[in-house]
Structure formats: structure tokens, C-alpha cells
């Protein structure tokens, strides 16, 4: 895929405007945020990719200052995609643009390295905002989610047990999403490169931490999940 955005400002102006890369597996999406910054005096897309596999070599050429990523990318897990970002390119602020409830992944992308979450529900002025805020070095979340981010905070500190889905590890949630869209546990493991072996004891330890007494009552609940996480 080719870097774009260099060719669109007049020589000398680069040095002017910060650098955004976008990665994301609907062109649509892409195409709109791309042109969406481009408006922007002080800001440029330089390139975008539609999955982790051919991002790297492009980030790693383009230089960013900032990448906005979802963490819906096909088969590959979001979550790892930020995880392997910030740690290849400690310097690089990430910011998550994503459908999913901020309410239950914000915290997570936080604690892998990125520096925002913003839902692509939001107002195209607000995604501006958080990357400028990003840029200046500043965390973003929203108005909404800041309380209760706190809340759990505190809870955790005074030792208040988290429910249901709070309590999975990221990988445990990563195979809870795979179960919700309906993938076997072979099919699951070929995706996360991992054995099957393995994802049956992640499954086993989901059922364990939101008391499921059966598979088909995880699987049910999780369809169910998965259903209303594509409401947002």
C-alpha cells in the first residue's frame, strides 16, 4: 500500500503538521478519517493500512506521530495489535477509534500503552480533539467514562471484586469474542496461533470466572454479548 498525504501540501509545510496513520479493516472508514484530518492545518495523514501485517513496514517508513487503530481487525486481536505497537514503537502514541463499549475495553488499550479511546459514535470534532490531545501528550477518554474509571480504581484498591466480563484477562477476552461470533475452538486457536489445548483451558477459565456451569451457556451468553456490542 502506498504512504500517502506527502504529495497533497506544498513543500516545506511538513515540518508544520503532525503525522497520523490510520489503521483500520473497513476502507470506508479509513477514507473517512483520512480526509477528515486532512482538512486540518496542523495535521496529515501520512498512510494507512487495513491490518497489523502490512502496518508495521508503513508506520516504520512513514514515521507517525500518532496512529488511530480499531480493535476490530478481521482475524488478527486488536488488543495484541496495541500491545505490539507500543512496545516496537515505545515512543509512538496510539490512539483506539472503535465501535466497541468504551466501558469495557478503554481500560484495557490504557494499560497496554495507548493513549486514548474514543467510540467511532462520537462527532468527527471530538476525534480531532482527542488527537490533539494525544499529541499534547494527554491522556483521552470520555466525559462519560472518566467516573467510572475512577469507581473501579477505588474498588480495586479497597479490594471490591470486578463481574463477569471485567474479570477475564485480555487473552480470555480475545477468546470470549471468538466464541460470540460463533468459532469453534479449532478455528479459534489457528487464529491466536495457539493450540487447541490451550483454548480449552481459556475456556475453562472463563466459565470458572462468570460461572458458567456448561459450554453452551458460555457460548449463549457470549452470542448475546456479541450481539449487542454491534448496537454501538
Not at 496495541?82 to 465501535?99: F, G, K, N, W
Not at 470534532?125 to 501528550?137: E, G
Request: aromatic share 6%.
Amino acid at each position: 500500500m502506498k504512504v500517502k498525504g506527502i504529495s497533497r501540501i506544498k513543500a516545506g509545510e511538513t515540518r508544520t503538521k503532525r503525522k497520523v496513520f490510520i489503521i483500520d479493516d473497513h476502507p470506508i472508514v479509513r477514507q473517512g478519517v483520512t480526509d477528515l484530518i486532512n482538512r486540518e492545518n496542523d495535521l496529515l495523514s501520512c498512510g494507512d493500512a487495513g491490518g497489523i501485517a502490512n502496518a508495521m513496514s508503513l508506520i516504520s517508513k512513514s514515521k507517525p506521530d500518532v496512529v488511530i487503530v480499531d480493535i476490530s481487525l478481521g482475524p488478527s486481536s486488536g488488543l495484541k495489535v496495541i500491545e505490539d505497537l507500543c512496545h516496537q514503537y515505545p515512543h509512538l502514541r496510539v490512539l483506539v477509534l472503535s465501535m466497541h463499549d468504551e466501558t469495557v475495553y478503554a481500560e484495557r488499550c490504557l494499560r497496554l500503552g495507548a493513549k486514548g479511546y474514543i467510540m467511532k459514535m462520537e462527532p468527527p470534532d471530538k476525534l480531532i480533539m482527542a488527537i490533539r490531545m494525544v499529541l499534547n501528550d494527554e491522556m483521552y477518554i470520555s466525559a462519560k467514562l472518566g467516573p467510572k474509571l475512577i469507581k473501579k480504581m477505588v474498588s480495586k484498591s479497597t479490594g471490591v471484586n470486578s463481574s463477569g466480563i471485567e474479570q477475564l484477562s485480555n487473552r480470555e477476552l480475545e477468546v470470549f469474542q471468538f466464541i460470540g461470533q460463533g468459532m469453534k475452538t479449532r478455528d479459534i486457536a489457528e487464529s491466536l496461533n495457539l493450540s487447541i489445548k490451550t483454548i480449552e483451558t481459556y475456556i475453562a477459565h472463563i466459565k470458572k470466572k462468570m460461572g458458567f456451569n456448561s459450554s453452551r451457556e458460555l457460548f449463549l451468553y457470549a452470542v448475546q454479548w456479541s450481539i449487542s456490542e454491534k448496537k454501538f
